[in-house]
């Protein structure tokens, strides 16, 4: 199975820590991390089963799998 986590740069500690978490604890995965001004790009050349991501699933209403969206926290 194949994850991807996209994230904005400034929030790229949330990304490196939400792909450590899956990396270890579902060691089998193919997982990823993307920027969001790769995303697209992402979607296309890695063809992910489940994407973990600061941006709503609105852009990309046909992609197959899971879309789990992590709203970025105000501070």
Known sequence: MRVLVAFEDVR???S???VRAIRELRSGLDVRSSGLEGLEQELESFDPHVVVSSRPNGEHPGLRGAWVHIPPMMT
Do not use: A, E, L, Q
């Open 12 to 14: 790229s500690v949330y």
């Open 16 to 18: 490196r820590t939400i």
